[in-house]
């Protein structure tokens, strides 16, 4: 997948709001929140977050876990404005804000009762774990890459005589990824050709 995503930002730049069209594109703006989301484990007000939990096994095995979470939002730049539908959507998020590490039971142990939430944890137990959270805040710069589509508008006014409000939205489509990064294009695609294949992100496993 991480060959994917860089060759469809290679391909595609961003584009101003006022002159999008439908199909594969990309903005840059501002990141604008629609509803309100905090991170259920920090209480960071937020529009995404990514949680990643390192776990050390009692038989020396390591296991890794990346868990998100995104709500909608409107990328905002000097030309308008464009909805986000960020469900399985990829969140490349460069800025981690919290981490930590310690024993299993130990002042993180809100971590592991959101992470067993969300997915099921060895029941063998562990020695020692290791956490980092990244978030996409109100207001922060944001570049979206992915299928632009007009969905219908919950919000437009619509009646027996007139069709439903339409509005442009971005949305993940098969073979066309939809990214949400905390970067520019320039200075995110430098950076992805470093991962490695087995380090791509995963997609939003969870919508708000």
Same mark, same amino acid.
């Given at each position: ?40 484990? *920090?209480?960071?007000?937020?529009? =995404?977050?990514?949680?990643?939990? /390192?776990?050390? !096994?009692?038989?020396?095995?390591? %296991? $890794? ?62 020695? *020692?774990?290791?956490?980092?959270? =990244?978030?996409?805040?109100?207001? /922060?710069?944001? !570049?979206?890459?992915?299928?632009? %589509? $007009? ?58």
């Amino acid at each position: 997948m991480i060959q994917t995503i860089i060759e469809q930002l290679e391909r595609i730049r961003p584009t101003a709001i006022a002159e999008l069209k439908e199909g594969l594109a990309a903005v840059e703006g501002r990141a604008v929140p629609l509803a309100p989301f905090a991170s259920p484990v *920090s209480g960071v007000p937020a529009i =995404a977050m990514v949680l990643v939990l /390192e776990l050390e !096994l009692g038989d020396d095995t390591h %296991r $890794r876990y990346e868990l998100s979470e995104a709500s909608e939002f409107a990328v905002e730049d000097a030309s308008g404005r464009v909805h986000v539908s960020p469900g399985s959507a990829h969140l490349l998020l460069d800025v981690q804000y919290r981490q930590g590490n310690g024993e299993a039971g130990s002042l993180a142990a809100d971590v592991l009762r959101y992470a067993r939430s969300r997915v099921e944890l060895p029941a063998m137990a562990f020695r *020692s774990f290791s956490w980092r959270e =990244a978030f996409l805040e109100p207001g /922060e710069q944001v !570049l979206v890459c992915g299928e632009l %589509r $007009r969905v219908i508008d919950p919000g437009g006014a619509s009646s027996p005589y007139r069709q439903n409000a339409l509005r442009p939205t971005f949305v993940a489509a098969a073979g066309r990824p939809l990214v949400i990064a905390d970067r520019r294009r320039a200075d995110l695609l430098p950076s992805l050709r470093l991962i490695p294949r087995r380090g791509t992100p995963g997609p939003v496993d969870a919508e708000r």
